[in-house]
């Protein structure tokens, strides 16, 4: 027989092993506390312009738990000025989350492969940073290129993608943009569904593929709680958190007006990042609200209007 631990005891071991359950007053363990993803702040998203350390101090000082990385900058550093940057982002706690992808994959051949011949530098650089997360988005649709040859291009040039970065330990995150407003726009319309993303990385067939999952793709998608569900934990590489303005009909909401998240709880995001917490994800969730007055603010305000609108949100899981 198993001995019995005292609630002292339990909640002494579940932090122990980085669970860090919350106990109830009657004792049962609270599951919608055990998020292992990280708040994290990417200053662009909000349109805050910062080098890498000021984006690690706005993270720092406003409780982020992880900030996004900046291959470019990490390029110009020596080996002793990175290192300084980690141990500055270690004597702050803080983690990296995922980098942009900087190579033109959707314009003509000799764009992508001029592109493709400086990912090994950057994938370099963001290994060397400890890095091992980048993410991107897929064009919901194309004016002469039909689903099937749009399907084939993507799969041919991300694979070769992957392949750099995989030599590196980074992961890549592929974003599928929702809105019928968007993929309606085009005459072929592409990928805009969680469904077909999934397809799209199998076509890929790289270990180290996966999905960037957004609230506001989910919800214009009409996708729900059981798709997130579908999901493992290690199929998802980075996430980003948004609500969506009143009184406008799903079908008519626009890709570029968006707001942070709880701002009006259209989006169930109770339920998304709940549903993240029970499939174990483990990487960045960041706002991505393309909100024009935040990005008239001050950066020390933007950050701190996006910060306590992440915690919100997080407050949700309790």
């Given at each position: ?62 409780g982020?738990?992880?900030v ?32 942009g992808?900087?190579?033109?994959f ?7 492969q ?9 994938a370099k ?15 919901p649709?194309h ?25 590196h ?40 593929v ?65 549903a ?40 949700l899981?309790?």
């Open positions: 027989m198993l001995p019995t631990l005292s609630r002292r005891e339990l909640l002494g071991g579940l932090i122990g092993t980085g669970l860090a359950l919350r106990i109830s007053r009657d004792g049962a363990v609270d599951e919608s506390a055990a998020r292992k993803f990280t708040v994290d702040l990417v200053c662009g998203n909000i349109g805050v312009r910062a080098r890498l350390p000021e984006a690690i101090a706005l993270a720092h000082r406003y982020f738990e992880s996004a990385p900046d291959a470019g900058y990490m390029k110009s550093l020596s080996e002793n000025q990175l290192s300084e940057l980690r141990a500055d982002l270690t004597t702050k706690k803080l983690v990296w989350g995922a980098a992808l900087a190579v033109d959707r314009d003509t051949e000799s764009s992508f001029d592109c493709l011949r400086g990912l090994p530098d950057d650089a963001l290994e060397r940073a400890g890095v091992s997360r980048m993410g991107t988005w897929i064009s649709g004016n002469s290129l039909t689903y099937l040859s749009n399907f084939k291009q993507h799969t041919s040039r991300l694979r070769e993608i992957a392949k750099a970065l995989r030599d330990g980074i992961r890549l995150g592929l974003e599928y943009v929702g809105p019928k407003t968007s993929w309606s726009a085009t005459r072929y319309p592409f990928i805009h569904t969680m469904a077909e993303m999934r397809e799209l990385i199998a076509a890929i067939d790289q270990p180290n996966g999905l960037l999952v957004d609230s506001w793709h989910w919800y214009t998608a009409h996708e729900t709680e059981a798709d997130l569900l579908s999901l493992k934990g290690a199929e998802v590489v980075a996430c980003d958190l948004n609500d969506a303005p009143a009184g406008i009909p799903i079908d008519e909401q626009k890709d570029n007006t968006r707001d942070l998240p709880c701002a009006t709880g259209i989006i169930d995001l109770k339920a998304f990042l709940g993240l917490v029970k499939i174990g994800y483990d990487g960045p969730v960041r706002a991505e609200p393309f909100k024009a007055d935040l990005r008239r603010l001050s950066a020390e305000e933007a950050v701190d209007r996006t910060a306590k609108a992440m915690k919100r949100a997080i407050e899981l309790h």
